[in-house]
């Protein structure tokens, strides 16, 4: 057991790193390129408890193209710091010889986020969620199912519309997953809709 987590945290270590440029991007565009400020937003205005994202994603896999459905709900303990769950599914085929693989994936991972919440309309962010997975693979007429240890790592940006709604341009990460004893990471881009909710403080 204490093999297989070091392994684990080698893979993330691996997948932290390489993500890093990324997220990096991501964190200082907004700063250079929001100059205005969002007349909406104010210093004693509070921000509203609780978020929940949903929107498309695209994960790609082992060299294959998955796509399917992403959902977070976000409950924001102070201005920039939150706990988040993220769930998400996604699908895809492909023909191996003359066989055609059907693969499912599901998520559920759950850890801090972080948003550098600003006077501008936008906001950059960063998490790092921690979980499992479940995998179907159809391979002809037989499938095999795993479940096993997952990860997100990586970072977005929102955009805000209202008080209520903002739009998630590009969120970022590097899924890592561990089936049957090997791990793998593939990056992972989705976007979508925020809505935020609950009495402002």
């Known amino acids: ?51 929940i994202f949903g929107g498309y994603s695209y994960l790609r896999d082992d ?64 998490f790092g969620l921690f979980g499992g997975a479940h995998e179907n693979v159809k391979v002809g007429e037989v499938t095999e199912t795993a479940t096993g240890f997952a990860a997100n790592l990586g970072g977005g940006v929102d955009v805000s519309v209202n008080e209520t709604w903002s739009v998630r341009l590009i969120q970022v990460d590097a899924s890592y997953t561990r089936f049957h004893g090997e791990g793998k990471t593939a990056p992972r881009f989705s976007t979508g809709l925020v809505f935020h909710f609950g009495k402002p403080r």
């Not at 070091?6 to 893979?11: A, I, K, P, V, Y």
């Not at 991501?26 to 700063?31: C, E, M, Q, T």
């Open 63 to 126: 060299g294959h193209n998955l796509n399917g459905w992403t959902g977070t709900l976000i409950v924001n303990v102070n201005k920039w710091f939150a706990i988040a769950a993220d769930f998400d599914g996604h699908y895809g085929s492909h023909s191996e010889g003359l066989e055609v693989v059907r693969v499912r994936e599901h998520g559920f991972t759950f850890g801090p986020h972080v948003a550098l919440q600003n006077r501008s309309r936008i906001t950059p962010f960063a």
């Open 1 to 51: 057991m204490f093999i297989e987590l070091r392994s684990n945290m080698r893979h993330l270590s691996k997948a932290a790193l390489l993500w890093v440029p990324v997220l990096t991007v991501l964190i200082l565009a907004p700063s250079v390129v929001a100059q205005q400020p969002d007349p909406k937003k104010s210093e004693s205005e509070g921000e509203r408890p609780f978020e």
